[in-house]
Nanobody, 127 residues
Framework: QVQLVESGGGLVQAGGSLRLSCAAS????????MGWFRQAPGKEREFVAA????????GYADSVKGRFTISRDNSKNTVYLQMNSLKPDDTAVYYC????????????????????WGQGTQVTVSS
């Protein structure tokens, strides 16, 4: 059973930065792509960023491109989301997710490609 635990959320002013972390356990972390999604109140869950098993390829939603950076440290079984220049529209619960297929490329943007999910961490950006 794969477990994902997010941390790093909080309240920040517009223009500020946060770094989210997601610690994984339960299977070989380095063999699977990882993704970040978010869900704002009253909205559907949406793709934010993803990174393949090796860290060699990444993908981003247009809304965060140039502001957010996804990375991973396979020695620590952890994936990160560095969020800069935050906007009030970035306010949401952020979830990390693990791909269901071994060493799949390119990184997937659809939630159905991910079979394991964390509990989420709240990010609130004030104006």
């Amino acid at each position: 059973q794969v477990q994902l635990v997010e941390s790093g959320g909080g309240l920040v002013q517009a223009g500020g930065s946060l770094r989210l972390s997601c610690a994984a356990s339960g299977r070989t972390f380095s063999d699977y792509a990882m993704g970040w999604f978010r869900q704002a109140p009253g909205k559907e869950r949406e793709f934010v960023a993803a990174i393949i098993w090796s860290g060699g390829r990444t993908g981003y939603a247009d809304s965060v491109k140039g502001r957010f950076t996804i990375s991973r440290d396979n020695s620590k079984n952890t994936v990160y989301l560095q969020m800069n220049s935050l906007k009030p529209d970035d306010t949401a619960v952020y979830y990390c997710a693990a791909d269901s297929v071994l060493r799949r490329e390119p990184p997937r943007v659809g939630a159905t490609s991910y079979s394991y999910w964390g509990q989420g961490t709240q990010v609130t950006v004030s104006s």
